[in-house]
Nanobody, 127 residues
Framework: QVQLVESGGGLVQAGGSLKLSCAGS????????MGWYRQAPGKERALVAT??????RITYADSVKGRFTISNKENLAELQIHNLKPDAKAVYHC??????????????????????WGQGTLVTVAS
């Protein structure tokens, strides 16, 4: 079963830094577009950053440009956050959308297409 699990959230002072991680499991490799969304209390889920499967197309929400950096290597995605602002308080979710590969007996490889979301990690900002 393909799973994404976020970690790294916590309580951070305004102006501080944080690194969120998104670990994938249940598959051998993948070719996926991936990204991060966040959901603040009482608000809808909003895009934070996305990265295409080949890493060539990266987008950021205007509110985080210059302070957030998205990266993805093998089965670990990260979101580096600098200069946290109070409005960054939210649950941060990662997602992967594309093809997942699974190795089987005798070298057999199968693939499946999925859109997978993690459960999220909470970031709280102390002002």
């Amino acid at each position: 079963q393909v799973q994404l699990v976020e970690s790294g959230g916590g309580l951070v002072q305004a102006g501080g830094s944080l690194k969120l991680s998104c670990a994938g499991s249940g598959f051998t490799s993948s070719i996926v577009d991936m990204g991060w969304y966040r959901q603040a209390p009482g608000k809808e889920r909003a895009l934070v950053a996305t990265m295409s499967s080949n890493g060539e197309r990266i987008t950021y929400a205007d509110s985080v440009k210059g302070r957030f950096t998205i990266s993805n290597k093998e089965n670990l995605a990260e979101l580096q956050i600098h200069n946290l602002k109070p409005d960054a308080k939210a649950v941060y979710h990662c997602y992967g959308d594309g093809v997942f590969y699974f190795s089987g007996p005798g070298g057999a490889v199968r693939w499946e297409q999925h859109e997978v979301w993690g459960q999220g990690t909470l970031v709280t900002v102390a002002s």
